[in-house]
């Protein structure tokens, strides 16, 4: 399941380009359109509600602010494992609202020219949560990075997939 950003939408490139790595792996893919929802507990909710009606855990991908979104839905619901794209934590005045993951396998992809979401953030994250991070010469949006990220989108599948 897929959530995008702030001011992203449901199938950006990006989203695409990752749905199709998931759907090689056999996985069927949603994307939430959280379009006009700007409080991040909604979000959240709307998010809940829609992983409520799977059959299986799910696996849960978000891009900043939807990052957070899967953070939080995953301390609420069993997760198979999250993969996180510049996800919006430890933002400035609002530290104390940084959900606690689940206990699953955590990737998170960063880029070190980030000037919306500190890279420092995602560094944080992972050292206090011993998730995996992959740190890319990009921006918030990590569009320059695409085929990579896809590469290790792919990796991080696999591996949890097989176990």
Known sequence: MFSH??????WSPKIVAMSEVAQRHGLRVESIDYRG??????????????CRTLD???ILIGSSLGGHVSAAVSA???????F????????KGFEQYTPTPAQCPIAIVHGWNDTVVPVE???RFARTYRTALYVLDSDHRLTSCIPEICE????FLGRVLRS
Do not use: C, H, W, Y
């Open 5 to 10: 950003g702030k001011d992203g939408v449901p």
């Open 37 to 50: 929802i700007d409080d991040p507990m909604a979000r959240v909710a709307k998010a809940l509600e829609f």
């Open 56 to 58: 299986q855990p799910p």
């Open 76 to 82: 609420e619901i069993p997760t198979r494992a999250m």
């Open 84 to 91: 996180l794209l510049a996800p919006a934590f430890f933002m």
């Open 121 to 123: 953030n995602s560094i």
């Open 152 to 155: 290790l989108l792919d990796a």
